[in-house]
């Protein structure tokens, strides 16, 4: 049976035939899905098959000693994080959201708040099994079939299903961090403050407004703590109950928010022992949060830039959109560290790296999209594929070179619409 599929972004897609993980085997236009957390066209595959691991989601292995942790691809983050942190393991890496699968995050080769410290989600990932439309299961590392591998982290899902993966826990003595918020006025002190912080702090992050002129914002930065305390933090909280008629995210209440939000991170600034929930998932406490944006959904527009010129650049970026007055709530800035992604397609690399959330307005959306693209390619940046629904074919190439040496493993059985819009099939 066909059926409308949606992803996080809330763009719909007709004429999908969903099945369980049971169901990749013989076919011929299939797609490996997780929990659908990727923002555009990634996890969508309309006119063809989408093969759910949801139900895949069992812990198979753990060494205490080592950190070492096997599992299915259905197990999520979230449950990683609240299985071993009162054991003395975390995530090495982790995203956004606590509710992305282990075989979305290796897929999209995640990046998180560490990546100067602890890189991407792939640099964590020791081994995976990977089953192939042929039927063939194939054991992967950095050892035995390393190509594959390294196509596999970050591949958007297109080299086969991950049967299973062994990831890198690191060691923690609980769930706190040691926290520390600073305002800063422009993007030159936020350059200046991620310098100071990467030889100190594991955990580094912003949030900018992008609706102010000088580029104002607010700078979070952690370490694991050794606060032993027993969590009595609840992860439950508000939520969005249903799409309202119209997105409730506009330029009024961009700017309310905006405002509201530095004026009370101000007066919070200073050091804090803070759960790793709030910190690493706040919008997490904000149940079904995309239905905001109302029936048309929206875009999440990812860049990243190479640190070259790179402030120069992100004004002109933040100019541009307050411009368009089509400001973002959320606005979350941070710079990689020095290494590349492991994977061929992997979207980490030195650089800046600034994410925003923007109601799809349609045609006044694409205006500014290009124009962002634009500035973009001029300083050989790119954008996030696993966040990205309508990054042109030139644009993808240039910002990922390595993507003819990475159709040749990509699985002939295995489409979405990204890679039809990218890669041709």
């Not at 599992?71 to 509710?99: C, D, H, N």
């Not at 970026?317 to 061929?344: E, M, N, Y």
Request: a neutral charge; glycine letters at 12%; proline letters at 4%.
């Amino acid at each position: 049976m066909e059926s409308s599929v949606t992803s996080f972004g809330r763009l719909t897609s007709e004429g999908h035939r969903v099945t369980n993980a049971s169901g990749f085997l013989g076919q011929t236009n299939v797609l490996p899905r997780g929990l659908g957390s990727s923002y555009g066209d990634v996890c969508l595959n309309p006119g063809g098959t989408l093969a759910v691991t949801a139900g895949m989601n069992n812990f198979l292995a753990f060494d205490q000693e080592t950190g070492r942790l096997k599992v299915e691809p259905g197990v999520t983050l979230g449950e990683i994080q609240r299985t071993f942190a009162p054991r003395g393991w975390m995530l090495s890496v982790t995203p956004g959201t606590q509710f992305v699968s282990v075989g979305g995050a290796i897929g999209n080769d995640v990046h998180g708040k560490n990546h100067h410290a602890r890189g991407t989600f792939g640099d964590n990932t020791l081994e995976l099994t990977l089953l192939r439309s042929s039927g063939e299961l194939l054991t992967c590392s950095r050892e035995e079939n390393r190509e594959l591998f390294l196509a596999t982290l970050g591949g958007l899902g297109l080299t086969g299903l991950v049967v299973d993966a062994t990831i890198q826990l690191q060691p923690v003595s609980g769930a706190y961090l040691d926290t520390e918020t600073i305002v800063f006025g422009d993007s030159g002190e936020f350059l200046k403050l991620s310098d100071e912080s990467e030889s100190a702090w594991q955990y580094i992050v912003s949030w900018i407004d992008c609706t102010s002129k000088n580029g104002r914002g607010i700078f979070m930065r952690g370490n694991n703590s050794a606060d032993t305390r027993v969590p009595d933090v609840k992860l439950g909280g508000p939520s969005v109950p249903f799409t309202p008629p119209f997105s409730l995210i506009n330029r009024a209440s961009v700017l309310a928010f905006n405002q509201a939000y530095f004026n009370l991170n101000r007066i919070k600034a200073g050091s804090a022992v803070t759960h790793y929930q709030p910190y690493f998932y706040p919008l997490d406490s904000v149940t079904n949060w995309n239905l905001a944006y109302g029936p048309r959904g929206f875009y999440q527009y990812q860049m990243v830039i190479p640190r070259h010129d790179g402030r120069a650049v992100l004004d002109e970026i933040l100019s541009q959109i307050r411009r368009s007055g089509q400001g973002s709530f959320l606005a979350v800035l941070k710079t990689f560290g020095a290494d590349h992604g492991p994977g061929l397609l992997s979207f980490a690399r030195p650089g800046i790296t600034l994410a925003l959330d923007f109601t799809n307005l349609g045609a006044r959306s694409d205006a500014l999209f290009k124009t962002l693209d634009s500035i973009v390619m001029e300083a050989n940046g790119t954008l996030n594929p696993s966040k990205d629904a309508r990054m042109s074919r030139a644009m993808f190439e240039q910002g990922f070179p390595k993507f003819a040496e990475f159709e040749q493993y990509r699985d002939k059985a295995i489409s979405s619409a990204m890679s039809r819009r990218l890669m041709g099939w």
